[in-house]
Structures are given as C-alpha cells and as structure tokens.
C-alpha cells in the first residue's frame, strides 16, 4: 500500500484509485486541480482524501461526457476542499425556515450489551416498530427502555434479533474482526466498483442536442430514481444538477419524510407508485419506455419482483444504463441485508479506529460512505453514458456502501492516519474554513430553504441546481 506521506500525494492517490475503478482514462486525471482550505473532516482515516476524490472524479466523468457531447476539448475540473467538505455533510448544514431538522432519531444510537457495543437504525417508523418488537417492548418504549433492554443481551445475539424482526441493528467489531466475518472476507475480494456490458446489441444512443449556458452534460436524460438515504439520493441529486430529468419513484406506504427530501430532492421531482398494482406497473413501463438511466438504492434482490433486475431492464429497454447501490454488496451472508452508512461503519471497524479516548464508538466526521458512494454512483453513470454513445450496448454499475468502507480503511492509504500533525490532520482554524462561504438560501414549497452548493465543478458547469425540492410524491409519473 502506499504511504500518504506529502499532500501532493495524498490529493491525488484517491483520484487515481477512482477513476481507474470506473475505467477512464488516466491521462485525463491532469485536467483536475485542487484548491481550498486545509485540515477539513479530520479524522484518524483519510476522509478528506476519499471525498476529495470521489467528487473529483465525479466532475471528471461530467466533463468527460459534455466533451463527448459537444466535441470539444474536456473543460477543466476544479475540486475545493470547502465545497467538498460542506456538501459531505450538506444534511447538518440544512435550515427548513431556520429550523434544524433532526438526522438521526431517538432509537438511532450506539448502546451498551452485556458483552460489548451495538448500533442501531430506527429512522424510519416500520424499522422502529420492528426493533421494539425485537426488544419485547411496548410501541410507546423510549430510550431508556431499549437501554435496560439491550444492557441485559449479547451483540451479536441482538443483531441477529433484529435483523429477524425486520429491523436494523448491528454490533461493534474491529477491523480485524471485520476482516475475519464471512461478509468482510467476502468483501474483500472485491473492487471499490463494478462497470460491466449488460448486453451489446444495443447501438449508440445518440444524445439529446445540447445547447448553450451553463454546460449541463447530461441535459435531456432522463433517469428513474428508486433509491432512499443517503447515497442513491446523493447521486441522482448530482445528475439531477447536470442537466438530468430525473424522476424518483417511492411506493406510497413508504413516505420519505420531507426533511431528508429537502435535502437530496434538489433539481428532482417525485412521485409515488405501486409498482404491485396493474396499474403501477403500467405506469413504469411507460416511464421506461424513454429512460436514459435507472438507479436503484435497495437491497440486492429486493425489486426483481417486479421485473426491476437489471438484466430484465435492460432486455426491456435496450441501451439502457442501470446503476444500484447496496449496503454490503450482492454477495456473502448478508448480500441480502438493509443497511446504512452508520450500520456499515460499525461493522467494518471504522467505529472502532474512531473509538473515544474513553473506548466509546466514533464515527467519522460525516456520513462519508453515504455521501462517497453517492459521487461514485453518479460518476459510475456519467462514465456509462460516454461509453453508450461511443460503443453502444446496455450497461451495468454496481457500488456498495462496504466496498467504499474497505477502500478507506485499507486501500486509500496505509490504514488509520498517525496521531494529528500541524501540517496534516489539525482542524482548520476557524478562519480558513467558513461554511457560510458555500451556502445558499432558497424559497421551495417546503418553506425557506439554506443549503449546501454542489461540491462537483468543472470549468463552464452549473454553479446550482435548476430547482429547490418539491414537496415529496406531489408529482405526476411522466417525462417533462
């Protein structure tokens, strides 16, 4: 593994590492600069050098394609460290008429067992339900009833409890620990990504005729959004910020609430759809019919019900490019498990590497394997673009939150950084960094909106969306 031993290298080594994954071209890696303040998302792992990178080659890929577009030179990419730094954690930085919406519920927390540490993911009322129900308490049990509960079991006995139950929770391992599971071992034999050829006999899809300010390389596509937090969201927002018409279909006994959307639904309109019903169904095929891209965001497995597995879409839909994102991947005992950022942090040993001085779990600076994934994804899907219109045929890109996890714990760098230096991974002073400088305010129909500005920038793109969040689901299920 290399070292990160001067900033030079530790700027770029991420980049490089990414864009190899999604099969670009090295020599273009040259066009990215890199600029802002210093000392940002600190952290013992390398955060900053995996958001710096994942957002570099995000800007890289929509240069890339507006390139491919318009047949010019590729504009220049240009990554600043507040950017990257405020968009990574754009959901803190969120105001709803100056009001700070909550990220994280109450049953959504670290708790002490009998025998260690677990991390449970309550966000959503049917995942709640379901860890009470694991827990034998009543619906109306608060904290320090699960706290009681959960002091009296094992870990892994409750993890695997409420995993039963239908719910979230996982205990907390050391890498090492990590590393000898079943589902790290299978994690490991992976790449941070996959791109690969659904099947070839599609021709090029030529690409809608572009024209004019800012430069929006993926103006006239139009995607189908089946993702939830953070990262699928986080992608479809940055396509959605290039042009995209995109479209994000949720089934209607599972609202997201309108805090998150408020966040992720920038450039986006939503709509509800049962896609069990006759007439559900009905309607996607329609939305299908002139699908760009499709990016799913659920667990391996859990749409193919509904004709939704990427070798179905693409028979349907020839040319089309599918995109999905998992919590641990397709594969090993828990390819078929929900999970979030928060959940794969503790699993994979990043809860324990940021472990308090007192052995309580950390967690990193921001929901990075969320927001990482999410530039990833989206870069995986502008990459898949360039090469439709070159080469035809229908294509495939598959990313998990667990992938991005290992990529930051072993193979960005040399593990955990060294205690803080002065010069490498002290905060910033106050006066280097002010996040004010990349916020923004907006009316929507939610009310008052601050915002993070896009973190993606390349020389002649947009500097904002098109369009604050809608209300979530208030939107018809067609094409503009």
């Known amino acids: 593994m290399v070292q990160r031993d001067d900033t030079a290298q530790r700027q770029t080594l991420g980049t490089e590492q990414a864009w190899a994954a999604l099969g670009g071209d090295p020599g273009l890696t040259r066009w990215i600069s890199y600029g802002g303040p210093p000392g940002l998302l600190a952290a013992r792992l390398p955060v900053m050098a995996l958001a710096r990178a994942t957002v570099a080659v995000c800007g890289l890929a929509a240069a890339e394609l507006a390139a491919q577009r318009d047949g010019g030179p590729l ?11 405020t968009a990574f954690v754009s959901e803190r930085h969120l ?17 002490r067992t009998a025998d260690g540490w677990l991390r449970t993911h309550a966000n959503y009322p049917h995942h709640r339900a379901r860890l009470l129900d694991a827990l034998g308490l009543p619906d109306t049990a608060g904290p320090d009833q699960a706290a009681a509960a959960i002091a009296a079991r094992g870990a892994e006995e409750l993890q695997e409890a409420v995993y039963a139950a239908g719910g979230l929770a996982v205990a907390v391992r050391t890498p090492g620990e990590w590393s000898a599971h079943a589902q790290g071992a299978t994690v490991a034999r992976h790449p941070l990504l996959t791109r690969e050829i659904l099947a070839a006999g599609a021709p090029p899809r030529g690409l809608p005729a572009r024209a004019g300010d800012p430069v929006l390389p993926a103006a006239g596509l139009r995607v189908l959004d089946l993702t939830r937090v953070l990262a699928g969201p986080v992608a479809t927002r940055t396509l959605a910020l290039l042009g995209a018409d995109v479209l994000r279909i949720d089934a209607p006994q599972l609202p997201e609430p309108q805090d998150v959307h408020s966040d992720t639904g920038f450039g986006k309109r939503s709509t509800p759809l049962d896609l069990g019903s006759a007439a559900g169904r009905a309607s996607f095929e329609e939305l299908l019919t002139e699908a760009d891209v499709v990016v799913t965001g659920y667990r391996p ?28 991947g397709d594969d090993g005992p828990w390819g078929r498990r929900r999970g979030f950022d928060s959940l794969v942090q503790v699993a994979t040993g990043i809860a324990a590497v940021e472990a308090h001085a007192d052995g309580t779990p950390g967690t990193l600076p921001a929901q990075a394997l969320d927001h990482g994934s999410g ?6 899907v502008l990459r898949a673009l360039t090469e439709q219109a070159r080469t035809g045929g229908s294509h495939l890109a598959t990313l998990a939150l667990a992938r991005t996890a290992r990529w930051l714990m072993h193979d960005l760098g040399n593990g955990p950084e060294p205690p803080a230096s002065e010069d490498a991974t002290e905060p910033a002073a106050p006066t280097d960094y002010d996040p004010a400088h990349y916020l923004r305010e907006a009316d929507s129909p939610a009310g008052r909106l601050r915002y993070a500005l896009p973190a993606v920038s390349f020389e002649g793109g947009p500097v904002n969306w098109a369009t604050p969040p809608g209300l979530w689901g208030t939107d018809t299920p067609t094409w503009r």
Not at 75 to 85: E, I, N
């Open 301 to 328: 497995g859990a749409l193919d019900r509904f004709g939704l597995a990427p070798e179905a879409l693409a028979e349907r839909r020839p040319g089309l490019v599918v995109a999905r994102i998992s919590a641990w």
């Open 375 to 380: 530039y990833l994804l989206a870069a995986a």
């Open 95 to 111: 105001r709803i008429d100056g009001r700070a919406p909550a990220n994280f519920a109450p049953l959504s927390r670290f708790w």
């Open 75 to 85: 504009p220049a990419v240009r990554v600043d460290d507040g950017a990257v730094a």
